[in-house]
């Protein structure tokens, strides 16, 4: 099977099986925020997050078996926020991706991997500070799959970006950082397109990079703040906005990977009013629908919501579900 009629396929299987919700769910204006739970991260939000997806785009409690049922393998690659750094027990995107927590996304009910390939195998090669390199011979590391379609998400760039200040101010060191970004994935889409190893084909979703910062190149200084968090603090209004236009280099570099079975999840887009000036009514990316925080105190991972909206978008690239 060739990698674009596997991609169709598993399509098909994840999507094609859902009944939709009648027009009886309520609206988070509905629930209010009565439902409150309190985050690991200290943030209290409403339990029914799920809620603010509209209900003509949400899949239904009752998911019926795939009819294709050919995906038969998961692999996990990249950095820390793919091995779930900051996310609670089961809240990580992959954890979620795998089996859903009911109770706290209903949701998503019966809109994970689990529920529509019962007998899928996982492979979770992420590891936290892995670096783009390091993620190739995370790719290289994983045997092939005859059994059935593979499914591949990856995290992977932050740290090429992220772990040396120089890289973020200087241009010149960005574009040789974002060559060798592009360069490595397009080193492990390689390896999963190999028709010997994986005949099946290979399905892949790659996360770009989020900005914690909203693009204003600086964070507030907020109480509990650590690791990447206090790396922004010290760069300053000054630097900032460099920082922020380099990240966009690299950025730009993941967007010539999106073609055929690889696609690109643009969650730096969607986490863009989620970072630190979430509650800044005069930022730019101010969201008033939605004024949360989807950063845990690090600036560099999800919190649980923010992991959740990861698996949502991976879901979404998936299916079309939203």
């Not at 795939?66 to 609670?88: C, F, H, K, R």
């Not at 499914?151 to 574009?175: E, R, Y």
């Not at 650590?226 to 690299?250: D, H």
């Not at 979430?278 to 969201?287: G, M, T, V, W």
Request: with cysteine; aromatic share 6%; charged share 20%.
């Amino acid at each position: 099977m060739s990698s674009r009629a596997a991609w169709l396929a598993l399509v098909v299987a994840l999507a094609g099986c859902g009944a939709r919700p009648g027009a009886g769910d309520l609206s988070l204006a509905d629930r209010g925020r009565a439902e409150g739970v309190a985050f690991p991260d200290g943030v209290t939000r409403d339990r029914g997050l799920d809620a603010q997806v509209p209900a003509s785009d949400r899949g239904g409690a009752d998911q019926a078996k795939p009819s294709l049922p050919n995906l038969s393998l998961y692999v996990n690659l990249g950095d820390s926020l793919g091995a779930g750094a900051s996310a609670s027990s089961g809240h990580s995107y992959k954890a979620l991706l795998v089996k859903n927590d009911d109770l706290l996304y209903p949701a998503y009910k019966g809109r994970d991997l689990k529920s529509r390939f019962p007998a899928l195998v996982v492979v979770d090669k992420a590891k936290s500070g892995a670096q783009t390199s390091e993620v190739v011979a995370q790719a290289a590391s994983v045997a092939g799959n005859p059994a059935g379609a593979t499914l591949v998400v990856i995290s992977a760039g932050g740290n090429d970006f992220n772990d040396n200040t120089l890289v973020m101010i200087d241009p010149a060191q960005t574009a040789a950082v974002a060559k060798k970004v592009a360069d490595n994935l397009k080193k492990i889409v390689d390896h999963f397109a190999s028709p010997l190893a994986f005949p099946g084909g290979a399905l892949v979703v790659i996360l770009n990079i989020h900005d914690p910062t909203d693009g204003h190149g600086s964070i507030p200084a907020r109480p509990n703040l650590s690791g990447f968090c206090t790396t922004i603090l010290k760069l300053g209004a000054l630097a900032g906005p460099f920082v922020v236009k380099n990240l966009a280099t690299v950025n730009a570099a993941y967007t010539g990977l999106a073609a055929g079975s690889v696609r690109l999840v643009d969650n730096h887009a969607a986490f863009l009013g989620h970072g630190f000036h979430f509650d800044d009514k005069s930022s730019p990316a101010y969201q008033p629908a939605d004024p949360t925080l989807w950063f845990a105190n690090d600036c560099a991972h999800g919190n649980d919501r923010g992991h959740h909206e990861l698996r949502r978008l991976i879901w979404k690239a998936l299916t079309g579900e939203q």
